[in-house]
């Protein structure tokens, strides 16, 4: 009969095997604060607002320190606590919508996570619910897309024609905008296309009798396109320090708005 021989770990090494299975779990907690960072910075949150919510999320689930880096396609954070030593994650961001309501449950739940001390379970579980929550449906978006095309080309001096006109063609842009996003493409080549449709639409409509102004009509469908609240992300990223992440987004927005202006500009020389 074979002699059994047995293994006792040293207070060294259980130790360590404790600092690994604490590190394993901070890594699990990290992920998951990242993912509420990430999904704030697509839904519109600004990078002072995102770095913040981290820094405070990673405290509260026991860091003792964090260190987090934000611009407008990357997160990169750094936590260290004496039990699991220091870890890092970094996230990659592509896309997004603005969505300010989605914003606001993140915002609630960055706070009750901080307030209450919720378990990683149900970190996982109110993240689910608020990532589940439907946003408006389509018709809905489409007739916002025509009420404000139609208001906007009233506000600025066009007929109740160009107004009528205006919001038709505000719904063409979202169909075509729904049929771009579903291909995935960059937002460069969906505002490109978008305004040159909207240009020629517009064209279009004037020369057939359906509208007096072509101005008046594009003006409407330009500010359903303009990238307003990049602009502002941009101005408030500078102003409260982060001037990077401030600059990229002011380069994209103008960027964005140039070649807005160049479609229209290409679709009046064809008309």
């Not at 960072?37 to 990673?58: A, K, P, T, Y």
Request: glycine share 8%.
């Amino acid at each position: 009969m074979e002699e059994q021989t047995y293994h006792f770990f040293t207070p060294d090494e259980i130790n360590q095997l404790s600092r690994i299975e604490e590190a394993a779990r901070a890594n699990e907690y990290l992920y998951r604060i990242l993912d509420i960072g990430q999904n704030m910075l697509q839904c519109g949150g600004e990078v002072s607002r995102v770095e913040d919510s981290i820094r405070r999320l990673c405290l509260s689930f026991g860091a003792e320190r964090a260190d987090v880096l934000t611009i407008t396609a990357s997160i990169s954070v750094t936590i260290y606590a004496r039990r699991f030593g220091a870890v890092t994650q970094t996230r990659r961001i592509t896309g997004g919508s603005y969505d300010l309501q989605r914003l606001e449950q993140l915002n609630q739940l960055s706070r009750r996570i901080c307030a209450q001390h919720l378990s990683l379970e149900d970190t996982e579980r109110a993240l689910d619910a608020i990532m589940a929550t439907p946003q408006y449906g389509f018709k809905m978006q489409v007739f916002t897309y025509a009420l404000v095309s139609a208001s906007f080309s009233l506000f600025f001096g066009g007929s109740w024609l160009d107004a009528a006109a205006s919001g038709v063609i505000g719904v063409a842009l979202k169909c075509l905008d729904r049929m771009i996003r579903r291909t995935e493409a960059n937002a460069f080549l969906s505002a490109l296309l978008c305004s040159c449709l909207g240009g020629l639409l517009a064209g279009l409509a004037v020369r057939f009798g359906l509208g007096d102004n072509v101005d008046m009509i594009s003006i409407g469908n330009i500010m359903l396109l303009i990238p307003g609240v990049a602009l502002t992300n941009s101005l408030r990223d500078m102003f409260s320090g982060n001037t990077i992440s401030g600059l990229m987004r002011f380069i994209e927005a103008i960027l964005l708005a140039l070649t807005i202006a160049f479609g229209f500009a290409l679709a009046a020389s064809l008309v």
